[in-house]
């Protein structure tokens, strides 16, 4: 199995740049494509997809969140933060059966 | 606008069975993989299942092979989960997604707002 480690939580101030790192443990890129997916989550919430394919913008989702990485290494940032952005993230691979999801981070206001 | 809704969740007791329900609107169901996830108590997301458009290959993690089993009624734009000797680890949130098709790949692009299963006697 792919195993996705996350950092469980990151403190942030409001209008800073948050980073949040998702480390997997086998490549997840395959011809050309990263399978890295991004999911915010607020609480009593249904997770909401925010990036797809390691870099790519969900519709309707701010420009503030952005995504980078390939191989084993990715990160989601969100430049600014804004308080409706404190929640949990999780990243998600789909390059493999099972698919697996990281430990999630929560974005804490510092 | 893409509709997810669960239902069939509750409290089952330990070695007994419960079938989840979704159904689903404003998108052509037969043309996307569906999948459940599921969310433990306080805990994180934990992928159960995916079905294949046509419901012909299905995909399950090691957790619950052999006693989940993931269907779909494309004429009815359904998806289910027959859950079977069930254990209190099952106990979690169960979460329809739809996977994303041409747009968001292997993605799990919409999600519903999900249904308690409680395991315990």
């Known amino acids: 199995d792919i195993v996705l480690t996350q950092s469980p939580a990151l403190a942030v101030s409001l209008e800073q740049r948050a980073t949040i790192s998702c480390k997997t443990s086998?490549?997840?890129?395959?011809?050309?494509?990263?399978?890295m997916h991004w999911y915010q989550q607020k609480p009593g919430q249904q997770p909401k997809l925010l990036i797809y394919?390691?870099?790519n913008l969900a519709s309707g989702i701010p420009a503030r969140f952005s995504g980078s990485g390939s191989g084993t290494d990715f990160t989601l940032t969100i430049d600014p933060v804004e308080a409706d952005d404190i929640a949990t993230y999780y990243c998600?691979?789909?390059?493999?059966?099972?698919?697996?999801f990281g430990g999630g981070t929560k974005l804490e206001l510092k | 606008e893409v509709q997810l809704v669960e239902s069939g969740g509750g409290l089952v007791q330990p070695g007994r069975s419960l079938k989840l329900s979704c159904a689903a609107s404003?998108?052509?169901?037969?043309?996307?993989?569906m999948a459940w996830v599921r969310q433990a108590p306080k805990k994180g997301l934990e992928w159960v299942a995916t079905?294949?458009?046509?419901?012909?290959?299905?995909y399950y993690p090691d957790s619950v092979k052999g006693r989940f089993t993931i269907s779909r009624d494309n004429a009815k734009s359904s998806l289910y989960l027959q859950m079977n000797s069930l254990k209190s680890e099952d106990t979690a949130t169960y979460y329809c997604?739809?996977?994303?098709?041409?747009?968001?790949?292997?993605?799990?692009?919409?999600w519903g707002q999900g249904t308690l299963v409680t395991v315990s006697s």
């Open positions: 998600q691979q789909s390059k493999d059966y099972p698919r697996t």
């Open positions: 404003g998108f052509t169901f037969s043309n996307y993989y």
């Open positions: 997604a739809r996977h994303g098709g041409e747009y968001y790949g292997f993605s799990f692009a919409y």
């Open positions: 079905i294949s458009t046509s419901g012909s290959r299905t």
């Open positions: 086998q490549n997840v890129d395959n011809y050309g494509i990263s399978y």
């Open positions: 394919e390691g870099s």
